[in-house]
């Protein structure tokens, strides 16, 4: 439905140029909600802004619903853009205005009668949950308050698509939460696509169908949502998606381990336990478990096992491609001297 051909952007800054977006080709697919991932500088911001063409290609192609945009202008650019809403991290909501005006901006814009945007404005204060506060002003609203009403805002024409620019960012862990629950509601309920960009592989994990990781201005990886998380490709997103693991141990406790540790990444709730009392079987090791516990990716299970292995080399190396091969992903987290 979204479709990058060959695009790159370039910027010429104040010390040259600067390729933030390069030879980068891409399919978003429609009714989906779709993570871009990376660093600082990744280009992240940049691709996205390209959807709506705040900025345009420097080269390549970009395809809406098969329809070349990457020239478009005048009437045809605004028609677009009614289409594609966006949301910001830090809301950018008028101050002045109430909430309800704020929400009306874009359908004031773009012409439509009086009658109509406010039955559109009262639908979408009840679809965020704000029918109360149609009379306030921004400065009177929470975080959480205000994104929603950056939220209503976007939607208010017909919108197909939603691009999300850091989107909770600035908020709390439970507001956020709430947020990206409205954006899933929002994409079930409505059929709008939605872009989300992000630092926070949490909120990839919690609401994203697919993601594609940037490093660079390059596109590393993409694919779904639990494919990456459980077996990444590419060495940045593996570090990248460590951390949503929480599987830091303090360095105190590598110092007691004797044979070698290996992390063990498997997919569903499949026991492992058969697979462990096999090896012990198999191999003249002594296999302590240090830490085991399921994450869920979206809706999907994945389990994740800290074990050591002890005793001589061979063997030990034996029991690690065993259980290699009969799991999702296996990394030797220590080598125990
Ligand atoms: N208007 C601009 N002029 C010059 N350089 C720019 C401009 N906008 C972005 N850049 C540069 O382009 C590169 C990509 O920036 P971009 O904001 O797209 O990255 P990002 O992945 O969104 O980063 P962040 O997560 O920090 O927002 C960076 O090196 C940035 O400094």
Partial sequence: MIQFK???VTYEGDEGKVEAVQKLSLQINKGEIFGIVGSSGAGKSTLLRTINLLERPSEGRIYINNQDITDLKGEDLRLLRQKIGMIFQHFNLIKRKTVFDNIAFPMVAAGKPREEIHKRVNELLHLVGLSDKSNAFPSQLSGGQKQRVGIARALANETEILL??????????????????LLKEINQKLGITIVIITHEMDVVKNICDRVAVMNDGYLLEVGDVYDVFVNPKDAFTKQLIEHTFHLEFPDQIFNDFKGRVLKIVYKGEAATEPL??????????????????????????????????????????????????????????????
Avoid at 302 to 327: F, H, K, P
């Fill in 6 to 8: 060959d695009v790159s």
């Fill in 164 to 181: 999300c620019d850091e989107p909770t960012s600035a908020l709390d862990l439970e507001t956020t939460k709430s947020i990206l629950n």
């Fill in 276 to 337: 462990l009392s096999e090896v012990s079987k198999r191999y003249n090791i002594k296999l302590n478990i240090v830490h085991g516990k399921i994450e869920y990716i979206g809706d999907r299970p994945v389990g994740i096992l800290v074990v050591e292995l002890e005793g001589d080399e061979g063997e030990v190396q034996s029991a690690e491609d065993y259980i290699n091969e009969r799991t999702a992903f296996t990394e030797v987290v220590l080598y125990a001297s």
